[in-house]
């Protein structure tokens, strides 16, 4: 059974910083793209970022790009997110989602998600 | 960047009704790269389906999907009282720039 379970949510200060973190199972991560995807309070989905299998492409929403970085441990079958300089807006749940093989940005399996909230 | 626009924003029915969902995509949605979710609350989206038309792995047959360039339909065939929920689509690819643009949501709600 896939299970994706993230984690290092919380309350941050604006300006301050935190690192999510999602545990991968039953499954090859190593085989797999992976997203994070974020939903604020009440609203809609807004994907974040994607890293390829190898590392070797990585894309953001322009949204984040500058303050965030996506990275991967396959060894440790883990996805990261380093959110830096966090802002306001970055409150929401934040979602570990796996990419559909071959598709590009289309999430077949999703973790229950993380709340940050950024307030001071 | 494709912006995608679902109607309605609420929709009302009751068990057993058929429910049709729109998205429409102010520009040509490329290979149909077309999905749809469901979200109940307090849970994450699952996928219902992809590609415009098929459905992804344990979705029941009552939900299809279908269109093909910038209009595009999820249908419900009879609601069963766990389909009561808030529907997604989502434009996808590989390529910059498609960025996983989502619609901005259809809530179903039991009439």
């Known amino acids: 059974e896939v299970q994706l379970v993230e984690s290092g949510g919380g309350l941050v200060q604006p300006g301050g910083s935190l690192r999510l973190s999602c545990a991968a199972s039953?499954?090859?991560?190593?085989?797999?793209?992976m997203n994070w995807v974020r939903q604020a309070p009440g609203k809609g989905l807004e994907w974040v970022s994607y890293i390829s299998s190898s590392s070797s492409t990585i894309y953001y929403a322009d949204s984040v790009k500058g303050r965030f970085t996506i990275s991967r441990d396959n060894a440790k079958n883990s996805l990261y997110l380093q959110m830096n300089s966090l802002r306001d807006e970055d409150t929401a749940v934040y979602y570990c989602a796996r990419d559909r093989p071959g598709s590009g940005l289309l999430f077949d399996y999703w973790g229950q998600g993380t709340l940050v909230t950024v307030s001071s | 960047e494709i912006v995608l626009t679902q109607s309605p924003g609420t929709l009302s029915l009751s068990p057993g009704e058929r429910a049709t969902l729109s998205c429409r995509a102010s520009q040509s949605v490329s290979s149909s790269y077309l999905a749809w979710y469901q979200q109940k609350p307090g849970q994450a989206p699952r996928l219902l389906i992809y590609?415009?038309?098929s459905r992804a792995t344990g979705i029941p047959d009552r939900f299809s999907g279908s269109g093909s360039g910038t209009d595009f339909t999820l249908t419900i065939s009879r609601l069963e009282p766990e389909d009561f929920a808030v529907y997604y689509c989502q434009q996808y690819g590989s390529s910059p720039p498609a960025r996983g643009t989502f619609g901005q949501g259809t809530k179903v709600e039991i009439k």
């Open positions: 590609g415009a038309s």
């Open positions: 039953g499954f090859t991560f190593s085989s797999y793209s």
